[in-house]
């Protein structure tokens, strides 16, 4: 399979390899067809795979710097008649030579440097990201603690973190023992320490709701979703179009994206849950509400952009369109 061309940016790489961590996971190691060195990247980035008919974020679970392959491991997702669905199918047909086109790395998961310890908590395939942010914790030497609850028939990259990380690997035998671990994480950690965790959202929430309770502050909270499904509708805004003078309300509820696309000024998409980067428009003026996987921490801070496919204003935006 030769997937479509690569878009501006983006690089052909080849299926190198393809090893398989659990049941229904394979690990795909990607390389440059002339065997060269990858751009490094920051521990808990990803990268979009073009997977056919959309595009999907996957965490690299490599090693980050110069490194001669990306890995990514991708789960057969089924839906809700056990058929196998979306773009993980499409990556699981994928044979050792395919080419796919691939995205730079993005960061929007990376370590806080000046943090003093980190505390990492993950639930099933959400291990991804913590891949590269234990190997580099390792490297640097810095203090880390991972929590990784799966269940007994899928330990995806287990094997390879308890070798990794020895005693600060805990493996909470349910979802109840993970909890309970929270519980007491956020109770009796110093000012200083960062938690970051992945997994189902029923997981991300739980952790993001008892740090709140127990006084963190959300800076000091850090959560990787691989989609940005089930957002908050957010409250209406209004975009003023610079380029054609027009002014377009977005009612809750409703994207950006579709609210222009209403309005008749239709911007290229293309996965539509802010992962792809198709959407990306400028922004002249007021603050973006990013929810999108794609920008950067810096071009996020930046406010020059937003992905319109998920994200809103907090009241009036000014685009340049
Ligand atoms: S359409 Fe892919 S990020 Fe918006």
Same mark, same amino acid.
């Given at each position: 399979?030769?997937?479509?061309?690569?878009?501006?940016?983006?690089?052909?790489?080849? *299926?190198?390899?393809?090893?398989?961590?659990?049941?229904?996971?394979?690990?795909?190691?990607?390389?440059?067809?002339?065997?060269?060195?990858?751009?490094?990247?920051?521990?808990?980035?990803?990268?979009?795979?073009?997977?056919?008919?959309?595009?999907?974020?996957?965490?690299?679970?490599?090693?980050?710097?110069?490194?001669?392959?990306? /890995?990514?491991?991708?789960?057969?997702?089924?839906?809700?008649?056990?058929?196998?669905?979306?773009?993980?199918?499409?990556?699981?047909?994928?044979?050792?030579?395919? *080419?796919?086109?691939?995205?730079?790395?993005?960061?929007?998961?990376?370590?806080?440097?000046?943090?003093?310890?980190?505390?990492?908590?993950?639930?099933?395939?959400?291990?991804?990201?913590?891949?590269?942010?234990?190997?580099?914790?390792?490297?640097?030497?810095?203090?880390?603690?991972?929590?990784?609850?799966?269940?007994?028939?899928?330990?995806?990259?287990?094997?390879?973190?308890?070798?990794?990380?020895?005693?600060?690997?805990?493996?909470?035998?349910?979802?109840?023992?993970?909890?309970?671990?929270?519980?007491?994480?956020? #109770?009796?950690?110093?000012?200083?320490?960062?938690?970051?965790?992945?997994?189902?959202?029923?997981?991300?929430?739980?952790?993001? /709701?008892?740090?709140?309770?127990?006084?963190?502050?959300?800076?000091?909270?850090?959560?990787?979703?691989?989609?940005? /499904?089930?957002?908050?509708?957010?409250?209406?805004?209004?975009?003023?179009?610079?380029?054609?003078?027009?002014?377009?309300?977005?009612?809750?509820?409703?994207?950006?994206?579709?609210?222009?696309?209403?309005?008749?000024? /239709?911007?290229?998409?293309?996965?539509?849950?802010?992962?792809?980067?198709?959407?990306? #428009?400028?922004?002249?003026?007021?603050?973006?509400?990013?929810?999108?996987?794609?920008?950067?921490?810096?071009?996020?801070?930046?406010?020059?952009?937003?992905?319109?496919? *998920?994200?809103?204003?907090?009241?009036?935006?000014?685009?340049?369109?």
């Amino acid at each position: 399979v030769n997937g479509p061309a690569p878009g501006p940016g983006e690089m052909s790489l080849a *299926v190198a390899e393809i090893t398989h961590p659990a049941g229904r996971v394979r690990t795909l190691h990607l390389r440059r067809p002339d065997g060269g060195t990858l751009p490094s990247f920051v521990p808990g980035s990803h990268v979009v795979l073009d997977c056919g008919d959309r595009r999907n974020a996957y965490s690299l679970t490599g090693p980050c710097l110069s490194p001669d392959a990306y /890995t990514v491991s991708v789960l057969l997702r089924q839906d809700g008649d056990g058929e196998v669905a979306g773009g993980s199918a499409f990556l699981h047909r994928l044979e050792p030579g395919d *080419v796919v086109a691939v995205s730079p790395p993005r960061s929007a998961f990376p370590p806080v440097a000046a943090a003093r310890h980190h505390v990492f908590v993950a639930g099933g395939i959400g291990i991804t990201p913590f891949l590269s942010h234990v190997r580099a914790a390792v490297d640097w030497g810095r203090s880390y603690e991972l929590w990784y609850a799966h269940r007994p028939d899928f330990p995806a990259h287990a094997a390879e973190l308890r070798s990794l990380c020895g005693d600060r690997l805990t493996e909470p035998a349910n979802r109840r023992a993970l909890q309970e671990a929270v519980r007491r994480i956020v #109770v009796s950690q110093p000012l200083g320490t960062h938690l970051y965790v992945c997994g189902p959202a029923g997981l991300i929430d739980f952790v993001s /709701t008892t740090a709140a309770e127990a006084g963190w502050p959300s800076e000091r909270v850090h959560a990787e979703r691989f989609s940005v /499904t089930g957002l908050d509708p957010g409250e209406p805004f209004t975009v003023a179009l610079r380029r054609s003078g027009m002014s377009v309300p977005v009612p809750s509820g409703v994207s950006l994206l579709d609210a222009l696309a209403k309005a008749g000024v /239709t911007v290229p998409n293309m996965c539509r849950q802010g992962v792809c980067g198709e959407c990306r #428009v400028k922004v002249l003026n007021g603050l973006p509400w990013h929810r999108d996987l794609f920008l950067s921490e810096v071009e996020r801070a930046a406010n020059a952009d937003i992905m319109c496919c *998920v994200s809103r204003g907090h009241d009036l935006l000014e685009l340049d369109l």
